[in-house]
């Protein structure tokens, strides 16, 4: 099961909540708080209060554990930009980019998340054992493909310019 929550027109460029988001990605809840609690930066606070959210509706929606759930996915994307103005001098104006960011957090139930792992697994060596069967199909044709006239020509076209060199000489 996934429970989703999100908070938009946060007042915090997108780049510097992002540091704070990275910290959290893919990890149990438990240490997420923690994690979030120590960090210093404004938008940890942010971010602590929307993972709370989650888990509540998570808690009291679908009746899931809050001790089994896991930040599956979290995401910060660009909301409104505020566009000021700021006098310099000799009459120009320069432009001050106000920016905010919207965040998403995505929340999973650990069992599933483990079968979704093992499914990803089972897919990336089935695609695996395609490539190398497509390699081995390449390799036995360049093995049928004779490499030697290549060779032969190389030499052929030595020897006529040695034979040039004499001929002249």
């Given at each position: 099961?996934?429970?989703?929550?999100?908070?938009s027109?946060?007042?915090?460029?997108?780049?510097?909540?992002?540091?704070?988001?990275?910290?959290?990605?893919?990890?149990k809840?438990?240490?997420?708080?923690?994690?979030?609690?120590?960090?210093?930066?404004?938008?940890?606070?942010?971010?602590?209060?929307?993972?709370?959210?989650?888990?509540?509706?998570?808690?009291?929606?679908?009746?899931?554990?809050?001790?089994?759930?896991?930040?599956?996915?979290?995401?910060?994307n660009?909301?409104?930009?505020?566009?000021?103005?700021?006098?310099?001098?000799?009459?120009?104006?320069?432009?001050?980019?106000?920016?905010?960011?919207?965040?998403?957090?995505?929340?999973?139930?650990?069992?599933?998340?483990?079968?979704?792992?093992?499914?990803?697994?089972?897919?990336?060596?089935?695609?695996?054992?395609k490539?190398?069967?497509?390699?081995?199909?390449?390799?036995?044709?360049?093995?049928?493909?004779?490499?030697?006239?290549?060779?032969?020509?190389?030499?052929?076209?030595?020897?006529?310019?040695?034979?040039?060199?004499?001929?002249?000489?």
């Amino acid at each position: 099961m996934e429970v989703k929550a999100s908070i938009s027109k946060v007042r915090i460029s997108p780049r510097k909540v992002r540091l704070v988001v990275n910290l959290v990605r893919n990890l149990k809840i438990g240490k997420a708080y923690g994690i979030l609690e120590n960090t210093a930066k404004r938008s940890s606070l942010v971010v602590l209060k929307l993972i709370k959210s989650c888990v509540a509706n998570a808690v009291n929606n679908f009746g899931l554990e809050a001790d089994k759930l896991i930040i599956k996915y979290i995401y910060v994307n660009e909301a409104k930009t505020l566009k000021r103005m700021q006098a310099h001098a000799h009459g120009r104006a320069f432009p001050i980019l106000k920016r905010s960011s919207s965040i998403t957090v995505i929340l999973s139930d650990l069992n599933l998340n483990n079968n979704d792992n093992k499914k990803t697994n089972q897919n990336k060596l089935q695609s695996q054992q395609k490539k190398i069967k497509k390699l081995a199909q390449k390799k036995a044709i360049k093995k049928i493909a004779p490499a030697k006239p290549i060779l032969n020509l190389q030499n052929e076209i030595k020897n006529e310019s040695k034979v040039k060199k004499e001929s002249k000489v």
